[in-house]
Each structure stands twice: as C-alpha cells, then as structure tokens.
C-alpha cells in the first residue's frame, strides 16, 4: 500500500517535476513528507505562496512542462491566487495542490477553512477536493490532463487527514499529452488569400503564439513584403536576426509601428491576444489566424478569421500569395523603426546629459543628473550571455527591456505581461534559475516590485540560485507616476522611501552595489552579471525620465504639461 500523499508526489516525479514551491503547514505534512523522501523533487520553500505559484508559472512557461505549488490551509492558498492569475493569463500548466481542513470538519466554519472549489473557481479550468482515497488517481490524473489542456491552471485540495490514508500501490497515473497544431480551414486560407493579394501594403502583428513556426512566418512576411509588428512575448523568439520586425506597439512602443498600421491596407495578426484595441489601426481589412476561436475578432473586427496552428497556416498561405514587388511600405516602416533606435540610443551614452543636446533635455527631465534607465537597460544587454533568461516586473522596467534589451541567440523572457501584477520579477527568476542552475537569470525589478516580495531574497540565499537582481531604483512607482502626469494631475502617492536596497541585501546574505554616479555604471554591471551566485545590483535611476507611448493624444500632451506645472507649483510650496 501506499498513501494519498505519495502517490501525488511520485506520479509528479514521474512525469518529470523537478521542483515544487510553497509554504509547509498543517494540511501538507503528509505531502511535503512524501517530497522529503522522494529524490527527484526538490522543495523550495519560499517566504510567500504568491511567490510559489510565479515561481511554478514561470517554470511551466520556459518548459512547457507542469508546474507545480502549494498552500495549506484557508490563507496559505489563498496568498497563491495573484500567481496562479498569471499562470492562467500566461496559459501555463500549473498545478496547484491545496490543503483544506479536515474531512469531519468541512462546511463546518472550522479554523481557518476557506471553499477553496468556490474561490478557485475563476481562475482555475479544475478544481475538485479529494474527499476519498478512491478517488485517486483519477482526481490527480483530471487535474493534470486539464492544466495540459487549457493549458492553465488546477487546484487539487487536500483535506488534513486524506493525505495519510491508504490506496492501493499499483494505482498508476496515467496522463496522455498529445500536442495539438490544429490544421486550418482551406476555404478560410482562400479567404485569406485573396485579402492580402488585394492589399497593396500589408502589416503584420505577430506573437508568442507564432513562437514555434518562426521560419514559415518569416517566409510569410518576405513573401507580402509586410513590416511585422512584434507583441512584448514574441520578443522572445522572433526579434533576433529578423529583418522584418520594427518593435513594439502600445505603450511601450514607438512611432513606426504605428505608420505601419495607420498605412496599411490589410492588417495580418498570427498568434496574438494583443488586449490593446485602441492601438489597433481602425476599418482596415483585417486576417486573424489564432488555434483558439475565442480569440478571433475579440480585440479588433475581422474579416477572415482562420483558426489554426501558425505555422500551418503561414504554410498553406504561402502556397496561395505571390511576391509582392513594392518593397516601399517594408523598408519606410524598417528605416522609421531604424532612426528612432538611434533616436533612443543617444540616451544610453554615458556622457549624453554633458552633450548640447542633454544638458538642453537634462533641464526638464533629469535636474538631478541621476543615471538614465535607458543607459542601465543598454548596458544590461551589451554585457548579458546571449542565453541568459530575463524576467522583468509591469512598470517602467518593462518600457526599458522592451526598447533597450535584444533577445538575441537564445534568451528567453517572462514577465506578467497578460495580469500586469507588480512584484513577479522577482519570484519568476527564482523559478528560472531552479530550472537549469547554470543559466543566467537577470532580474529587471522595479523598486516598488522588489519591495513588495522583498522576502524573496532569503530564498534566493537558502536555495543557493544564482539570479542577478538589478533594480531600478527611481524612488517611485514609475508607471503610475506617468499615468497621473498625461492625465493633467500632479504626481500624488507614488514616491517610495527606499532604503539602501544594496545594503539590505547584504544583511541578508547577497552581495551587491549600489550606483549613483553614471560613471560607475559599466564596471558595476559587468561586477554583477560575473558574480558566481546570487547578486542584488542597486541602481539610482532618474525619476523624471520621460518615456511618452508612440501615439500621444493632443489631451494627453496637454495634460503632461499641465501636471509638470502643478508639480513644479507644490514643490516651491505655492498653493
């Protein structure tokens, strides 16, 4: 015989999970006991579940694979519910194993008890509580199948007292994953066909969905001549060494990506939820090719939708469209995208606030002669390994990666681009490095993220993961910040007191620096990404840098103007 307890925890062994994360208590004994004694998991105790279950995410997304967290009783599942969002928004296979109260008890209002059925029920495709030792595996084996599937998120609850009964050994578990590229609708390809036929100028928005079928999207945008607008999650795996790709649209992106919409006579989009439809140009013809039919038409009208696998479809057009000779609209939306990144590399020059030009910009957005994000972000990237993973937390820090940082050879990046949660940094490159120990991990943290996990960091030290921690350090919740000032309002509740971040990660057991001085900027950083193990990398950023979307309304313009006049009137203490 064996128990409930082992049983979960050797079929996740034998289905190939490595690592599983959370908080012990109570209701887990029985299972964290289990992993104690299984040799192909490891434990990873960290100082939050929320942390736990983006640590898993994290995980699920670099390698397809489950994975997996845990919560005990009422609040310790509940704290994993910020991240298991993620995972589902991600659509990463997550598996979260609960504890509840005990069986007598349930329904009862018992200590700490919590319906966990109810409160997962949104963000979870399963979630079932095991109320019988008969009921494994096939509770284990549905709650596997479906987070595959989604794929997405499964809870697994645990009553106290089930885990350490009895079920038969021989109980296998058996879990079939059989990857899906579902072939498009020949008569949609025709559709299809003839629409970007027709169109002189066709752009191209393209994301993670396509990651997998980069050749025959590639062939595709050559074929139409077509610039390809590339959504944040697609920069990794389709940036690098592509001659099509002008950048990011939204807030984070810049002025070519919006000529190559408000140009062109057909919109392509591949493999993306893009969930910004007021960036999406207007009555323009549009194809949308996506596996899942829920996704079709939801952001923007269509006129073709094709569900399909990418590169399927991308195949089965490509036999269908001929060359377009006018290369025009590709290389104008190339050239645009060009300028404006040396436009922005200009930024990055250690001695660019000494220039004509900045010592003019420094007067309005850097009175302080602090170090550009930009220049940081640059740096980051010349002296980072071309296989190193990078996380980065919603905010400022993800406008800097996005403009300054290059997936190039085999980078990889995760960050909580779908639930836009602050503080996921942090924990996802706790995840990353867990997974292969001896890839770099480089953490883009905001302040106000890093400070709301900040116990992440004992983690790091207990489990010995070797992630780079660099801050940008600009006193502020940045992003918040920026929407306050295009809205015509003064700056109110985002200024952070920070610490010496540098200093608490020492007393904590990571060493680190702290840079102020634009000059120290280089060495520190090749300091850090050279440091055998953990190393937390404090950088003084300017808080006023100015970062404005590549579609600035005249109202938005004007409200900038009027908050930096109501800023400047309460810092000289006028009312």
């Known amino acids: 015989m064996t128990t409930v307890a082992e049983q979960i925890v050797t079929a996740l062994a034998d289905l190939g999970v490595r690592t599983v994360w959370g908080v012990v208590g109570d209701a887990l004994n029985p299972v964290t006991d289990a992993i104690r004694r299984e040799e192909r998991i490891e434990w990873i105790g960290t100082r939050h579940e929320e942390a736990a279950a983006f640590a898993a995410g994290a995980q699920a997304q670099l390698t397809g694979t489950l994975g997996v967290c845990m919560g005990t009783v009422g609040p310790g599942s509940l704290h994993l519910l910020n991240g298991l969002y993620d995972a589902k928004k991600s659509h990463a296979p997550v598996l979260a194993v ?26 979870a495709a399963f979630r079932q509580t095991v109320t019988s030792p008969s009921q494994m595996p096939r509770l284990l084996e549905q709650a596997v199948q479906a987070a595959y599937a989604t794929p997405g998120v499964s809870v697994l609850t645990l009553p ?149 696998d990418a590169g399927l479809s991308a195949d089965a057009l490509l036999e269908r469209l001929h060359a377009k000779d006018d290369q025009s609209h590709l290389n104008h939306a190339v050239s645009a995208y060009q300028d404006w990144q040396k436009n922005q590399q200009r930024l990055t ?11 003019v910009r420094a007067v309005f ?67 990353a490095a867990a997974t292969e120990r001896q890839r770099p991990v480089i953490a883009f943290c905001g302040d106000g993220g890093l400070t709301m996990l900040l116990g992440e960091l004992l983690t790091a030290v207990a489990y010995e993961l070797p992630i ?9 919740l940045g992003m918040v910040k920026l929407e306050q000032e295009q809205g015509g309002l003064p700056e109110f509740g985002t200024e952070l007191a920070n610490p010496d971040l540098a200093a608490v990660a020492a007393a904590v057991g990571i060493p680190g620096a702290r840079v102020t001085d634009p000059g120290d900027l280089e060495a520190a950083v090749r300091t850090a990404l050279a440091a055998p193990g953990p190393y937390l990398l404090d950088v003084v950023t300017n ?33």
């Open 98 to 123: 609960c504890g509840q109260v005990p069986l007598a008890e349930l329904g009862a209002d018992y200590f700490q008890e919590v319906d966990n059925d109810l409160v997962f029920r949104d963000v």
């Open 160 to 308: 106290g007292d089930i885990g350490s009964q009895d079920v038969a050994k021989h109980s296998a578990v058996h879990i079939t994953r059989v990857p899906a590229r579902p072939a498009p609708d020949e008569g949609e390809i025709d559709r299809a066909a003839r629409v970007l036929e027709d169109a002189g100028k066709v752009t191209m928005l393209v994301g993670i969905g396509a990651r997998a079928s980069r050749s025959s999207v590639l062939a595709l945008a050559g074929r139409l001549a077509a610039p390809m607008v590339l959504t944040l999650k697609a920069k990794d795996g389709l940036e690098h060494d592509n001659p099509f790709q002008i950048g990011q649209s939204g807030l984070i992106g810049n002025p070519a990506t919006r000529q190559a919409f408000e140009s062109a006579d057909a919109l392509l989009m591949i493999g993306t939820d893009f969930p910004y439809p007021q960036w999406l140009p207007a009555g323009t013809p549009t194809v949308q090719i996506d596996t899942r039919a829920d996704h079709i038409g939801r952001r923007t009208p269509v006129d073709v939708g094709i569900v399909g």
């Open 349 to 359: 020059e250690p001695d660019f606030d000494h220039s004509l030009l900045g010592r």
């Open 365 to 431: 957005d850097n009175t302080e002669d602090k170090i550009r994000p930009e220049a940081l972000a640059a740096m980051i990237d010349r002296h980072a390994a071309d296989d190193a993973v990078f996380t980065t937390d919603t905010g400022m820090s993800t406008v800097w990666l996005a403009r300054f940082v290059t997936m190039r050879g085999t980078r990889r990046l995760l960050g909580s681009f779908n639930l836009g949660s602050m503080a996921n940094a942090l924990p996802q490159a706790l995840g």
């Open 468 to 476: 780079k921690i660099v801050v940008f350090d600009n006193g502020r």
């Open 543 to 575: 808080p006023e840098e100015i970062a404005l979307p590549p579609k600035t309304s005249v109202d938005q313009a004007w409200g900038f103007a009027i908050a930096k006049a109501k800023e400047e009137i309460v810092s000289r203490g006028m009312k």
